[in-house]
């Protein structure tokens, strides 16, 4: 779990840390309203991709964890918003990505309407944080449920002789977008 952001006064001292479990009341946003959904709230899991293609050994949904890789893969992630906000209209997806990946090549995808995969990234050795803002409609559009599916391809095209090891260490999205004007049935 993700620490959430919250910031104390400056004369409070910190003298150590607590499991503290508040349970949360959800409620729909207003007809037309923006809204933005922080990472912390939105959840995510490795998938089976759009096609039917394997679920990755890079991310460990059991244990939210990523794992140390050291060959090409194909990672399918849904991210799933909170059921009130389920029928609001994407506008924009922050993706931040924390990562290893020296000498290695990491492609960010989304997926149309046609389930075909979009180019939203391309990143040659990344190593730190990368921030990827997402503006594209054809591929923020929530599904039934509210997930949206994002894709992270890494070393697609690369030589067998690559053998350095890999590890994504954390991948976070915000959503910000509108409330329909008309509730959802």
Do not use: K
Not at 29 to 36: F, L, Y
Not at 68 to 92: C, I, K, N, W, Y
Not at 161 to 176: K, P, S, V, Y
């Amino acid at each position: 779990a993700r620490p959430l952001p919250l910031r104390l006064p400056a004369e409070v001292e910190q003298r150590g840390a607590s499991l503290l479990v508040v349970p949360l009341h959800w409620e729909a946003s207003s007809a037309g309203a923006q809204v933005t959904v922080p990472s912390p709230l939105v959840a995510m899991r490795s998938v089976v991709g759009p096609q039917g293609q394997a679920l990755s050994s890079c991310y460990n949904n059991l244990r939210r964890q990523w794992l140390t890789q050291s060959g090409p893969a194909d990672v399918h992630l849904r991210f799933s918003v909170p059921p009130p906000l389920r029928s609001m209209r994407v506008e924009q997806a922050t993706l931040r990505l924390d990562l290893n990946c020296p000498s290695r090549q990491l492609d960010v995808a989304g997926f149309n309407l046609d389930r075909e995969p979009v180019l939203l990234g391309h990143y040659s050795g990344p190593v730190g944080r990368v921030t990827l803002r997402i503006r594209d409609d054809g591929v923020l559009r929530l599904d039934e449920n509210g997930g949206l599916l994002l894709a992270l391809y890494v070393d697609r095209q690369a030589s067998p002789d690559n053998d350095t090891a890999w590890r994504i260490e954390d991948a976070q999205l915000e959503l910000t977008g509108r409330m329909p004007d008309e509730p959802a049935p």
